[in-house]
């Protein structure tokens, strides 16, 4: 008899041995599941965008000065990697000036987008001083507005631009 009792009471202490290992090993766990931090912000800059390409003498343009505002997000993937996403409003455009015959005429094109940049972080993070960091990705912006002094000109825009960020 005391062979059989020893069987199940084996089996029980077997299955704790069991649970227990699990516990402790989701306990060890648990600091590399923290150490992949989730962190996000605000962006808020200036864009000087100009447009170029033209095919005749006669047509020049400067920048434009526009608004770069957002948000991103960053995950943490080690202690020196993070994925970084980001939605950005990006006012890009530019201000034309065309000579015909003597006759000079002005123009501010506003092509707006919304620009989403995925981006990899390689460098440090932390909370108590400076981060050092490079990042880079590629971004797709898809067109919001598209305007020639005050005139619609979505149609003859390209729906969407597709970039590279590198910083």
Known sequence: QRVCWAVPRMRVMHKRLIILSGLAIATLLTPTIASAQVGGGVKVGVNLSNV???NDDTTSSSQRTGLVA????TFGLSPMLAFQPEVLFSMQGSKLHFSSNGVDSDATTKVDY???????RIGT???EHASVYAIAGPTLGILVRATENGTNIKSSVK???VGVVAG
């Open 159 to 161: 729906r969407t631009d």
């Open 52 to 54: 170029k390409g033209f």
């Open 125 to 127: 993070n932390s909370r």
């Open 114 to 120: 919304l620009q989403i940049p995925l981006m990899l």
């Open 70 to 73: 957002g948000g991103f997000m």
